[in-house]
């Protein structure tokens, strides 16, 4: 116990901006490659990846739902649905009740692009925060949040968009 206190201790003492720095770098660029190397091997970009697993574990979602679980603007998602329906990577389906309520649907293609795509199909990044406790998902999130409001001129909307190397 009092060595893990002491490792702690060190670890606290050696924090820089710099070396948090480092890390923010790390984790950008980790999740770039994995995501260059998720078009590379199957053709898709990382958020249209991780839009056919949501499709997978939600059949039938609407785009303002799917754009919900990955949080995008709903322009955003609409647009990345297009390219996969053109790709023959999902289908559009109205409901029977009311024509305007459009669900979608994984095609063949899709489901077998999706089950030989590397994995996680979310990309590192949202997978490795989804793994967190919730109690250490807080504690990001207040930090980061602090960190926020030392940035003058912060656009919130960027929130809303995929990473540039994911779209």
């Known amino acids: ?35 260059q190397w998720i078009e590379r ?16 574990e939600v059949p039938g979602l609407r785009v303002g739902e799917l754009a919900n679980r990955m949080a995008l603007h709903q322009s955003t998602a609409s647009n990345m649905v297009d390219r996969l329906e053109t790709a023959a990577l999902i289908r559009k389906e109205r409901t029977s009740a009311d024509q305007r309520v459009v669900r979608l649907y994984l095609t063949e293609a ?15 990044l949202p997978e490795a925060l989804r793994l967190l406790d919730p109690e250490a998902l807080a504690r ?3 930090e980061l949040d602090g960190l926020l409001l ?14 540039p190397f994911t779209e």
């Open 41 to 56: 091997q199957s053709g898709v970009t990382g958020a249209q990846l991780w839009a056919l697993q949501e499709l997978a």
């Open 140 to 142: 990001l999130q207040g």
């Open 110 to 124: 899709g489901t077998a692009l999706l089950a030989r795509a590397p994995s996680p199909a979310r990309g590192v």
């Open 150 to 163: 030392q940035i003058r001129d912060l656009d919130e909307g960027f929130g809303m968009q995929p990473l």
């Open 1 to 35: 116990m009092a060595e893990t206190q002491q490792k702690v201790k060190k670890a606290v003492s050696q924090v820089t901006p710099l070396s948090v720095l480092q890390r923010f770098r790390v984790l950008i660029r980790t999740a770039q490659r994995h995501s």
